[in-house]
């Protein structure tokens, strides 16, 4: 009987890719180990650095896409490292995305660690400019642009 392949990090982190442009949550439990850890170390006060276990992650990330009323639009300047550990990408890139029905498109960068063990999401840490989002997200008026994340 043929073994089953299991989806690399790669494979993970385009299927976080399609699911974010489609305008679902970012995963989905069966990308996600039982035991997955998220970590976010620059989130904003009051908002956790880490979650821990797949309930808890599907909540917290459903709770994060209800919360953005934005429309993803592109992934920009995607770069994956590979790492001398197979189950470990570093990943880089910006991510566009429109503020509101009509607003402006919004870019911010981010840097993700992803470690993948039997297929599913181990571990995503999480690098981001929250404060900056925060700004643009915030309807800054023209004049006043984020120093990160910014209008296009």
Known sequence: MPRQSVPTPRELFARFQRNVLEGGVAFTEDMCAEDIVLETPFSPKGAPGRVEGRDAVMRFVAAGRRSLDVRFEKFRDVVVHETADPEVIVVEYAL?????????????????????????????????????????????????????????
Request: hydrophobic share 40%.
């Open 96 to 152: 566009a995305a429109a503020a509101g029905p009509g607003g402006p498109t919004l870019v911010a960068p981010f840097v993700v660690v992803l470690r993948a063990r039997d297929g599913r999401i181990a571990h995503w840490r999480e690098y981001q400019n929250t404060a900056a989002i925060a700004e643009a997200l915030s309807g800054r008026p023209p004049g006043q642009p984020s120093s990160r994340a910014k209008s296009t």
